[in-house]
């Protein structure tokens, strides 16, 4: 019975996806990810830029330099976000239709001379995002909020199975098209053999006929 609750908790925490990793970036670079989303899934990012100290010969945490957060989607070039914010910082937005969107972010230093080198750490949290429990706390119990946290979860993964289908549904008519294309090009083949064919034959017959 514990392992069964146990592994049941292990698969709801796993629900959630999250993208943890750093890179580097110079002025004027800019950096894109591609994030592949269901429909109605709420992303959250957290990152924090670093940059190169020369008197202290390290990446430390400098005000003045600000990230640009650009998201896209790939299939309409529709955009999602597009915000500047401090070195160290959030951003959130949901996905309206299914597909590709890019997550891009650079710097605020824009001179081409500038020889800036900052380290970036992000993380990309794909999944509905918490709700503000600090501000219900004095209203629901414990309890009441596990339940919806995993209510929440659990229309996390019907969006997801839905998104598969859809996918998994084109793929079929994509096949069955290309399946039906192919029939008929063979049986125009087949046409194309039998009339010449047909005609080489004549044409034979005629050609004996006069030579006799």
């Known amino acids: 019975m514990l392992a069964s609750r146990l592994g049941a908790a292990i698969f709801l925490l796993l629900v959630t996806t999250v993208h943890g990793l750093h890179f580097y970036l110079d002025a004027n670079e800019k950096r ?56 160290e910082g959030q951003f959130t937005f949901s996905s309206h239709d299914a597909g590709d969107h890019s997550i891009c972010l650079s710097t ?65 008519d994509l096949s069955e098209a290309t399946n039906t294309r192919a029939v008929w090009y063979s049986l125009l083949q087949i046409v194309v053999l039998v009339l010449t064919c047909t005609w080489q034959l004549k044409h034979l017959k005629r050609f004996f006929q006069d030579r006799s």
């Open 32 to 87: 894109c990810f591609i994030e592949e989303l269901p429909s109605d899934t709420a992303v959250e990012g957290h990152y924090k830029a670093l940059e190169w100290n020369e008197q202290a010969r390290e990446y430390v945490l400098e005000p003045e330099l600000g990230i640009l957060v650009e998201v896209e989607e790939m299939e309409t070039r529709h955009s999602v976000v597009k915000t500047r914010g401090p070195p």
């Open 108 to 172: 605020n230093y824009t001179s081409w001379f500038s020889s800036t080198h900052v380290k970036l750490y992000l993380d990309i949290i794909v999944g509905a995002v918490r709700p503000d429990i600090e501000h219900d706390r004095s209203h629901v119990s414990e309890l009441a909020s596990k339940v919806r946290d995993l209510n929440q979860k659990l229309e996390d993964i019907r969006r997801e199975q839905q998104y598969q289908r859809e996918r998994e549904a084109d793929f079929r």
